[in-house]
């Protein structure tokens, strides 16, 4: 049995594409803000995105990036730099989809005709 989470969050540095075994992955942490007023809190979870999947969107995946992810969790335990054991919450990641509105460029794109204006007399 596997566990599936979802989450909103933002990248907290430029994603890296990484050859881990045999395999690409591209490799990013996602902050995830929980509660609310003074009793917020940030969440760092560390994701991995395997294959073509992730080679494809790297270039995309840059500090400030807001994505929805779901996948599967697990808790890593890892020893720091000073000895100290730790936990790491990472995600391999079944989803990733792109959360917002492009950036505004700074050369105005043409106007696009708006499709709804054709259908103006409908009530609907």
Request: charged residues 25%; hydrophobic residues 35%; contains cysteine.
């Amino acid at each position: 049995m596997s566990n599936i989470f979802s989450l909103v969050g933002t990248l907290g540095q430029d994603s890296e594409l990484k050859t881990l075994g045999s395999t690409e992955a591209l490799v990013f942490s996602v902050a995830n803000n929980l509660g609310f007023g003074d009793k917020k809190r940030t969440q760092w979870i560390r994701c991995i995105l395997w294959g073509k999947r992730g080679e494809s969107i790297a270039q995309y995946m840059k500090k400030g990036t807001s994505v929805f992810l779901a996948g599967e969790l697990e808790m890593k335990e890892f020893t720091n730099k000073e000895g100290v054991t730790k936990n790491s919450l990472e995600m391999n990641v079944s989803i990733c989809d792109f959360v917002g509105g492009k950036k505004e460029s700074s050369s105005p794109a043409p106007s696009q005709p708006n499709a709804d204006d054709e259908n103006d007399d409908l009530p609907f």
